[in-house]
Structure formats: C-alpha cells, structure tokens
C-alpha cells in the first residue's frame, strides 16, 4: 500500500517522511518507506533502525526488501501509540 502522496523532507541534516497510517498498517505491523528516502539513508545495506516521533520517543524498527520497494515491519506499538 504504497501512497503516491508519501513526499520524503530533509531539515536541519535529519531525513524524514510523512505518511498517513491506514488500517493495515497496523494489523500487519508495516508500512512502506518512499524510494528516494530508502535511498538516501542506504537502507539497502542496513537491517534496523532507531526511528523518533515528534514527542522524542525512539523505536527500533527493521527493514526488508528489495530493489525500489523497502519497508518498515515489527513496529505495531509505535503505529498504535503514534496514532492514540
């Protein structure tokens, strides 16, 4: 469930995305990352990684993949409790 709305930032040397969580993001416990930020971050050479919400809170999260699709998966708390 890639959104074409998903736009990847960077501000202040910090990279992110924004994305609105839909139902099965949390009951599948994943969410698609967008190519040019996988990219930029090299997740194509990384397995995990510590994410923060807007509050400081941190996550570590793994990523799977392959080519242009990469995604975030076993994060089901932080979707639960970013979306409360």
């Known amino acids: ?10 501000q202040d040397g910090l990279s992110f995305f924004v994305s609105t969580i839909k139902p099965a993001n949390i009951t599948y416990s994943y969410m698609n ?5 996988s990219a930029f971050n090299g997740f194509r050479k ?7 919400d807007p509050v400081g809170r941190e996550w570590q999260l793994k990523i799977s993949g392959s080519g ?16 409360a």
């Open 1 to 10: 469930m890639t959104s074409k709305s998903m736009v990847s930032y960077q």
């Open 33 to 37: 990352i967008p190519f040019k930020f």
């Open 46 to 52: 990384k397995r995990e990684i510590m994410v923060r």
């Open 68 to 83: 242009n699709n990469w995604h975030f998966h076993g994060g089901g708390s932080i979707l639960l409790e970013i979306r």
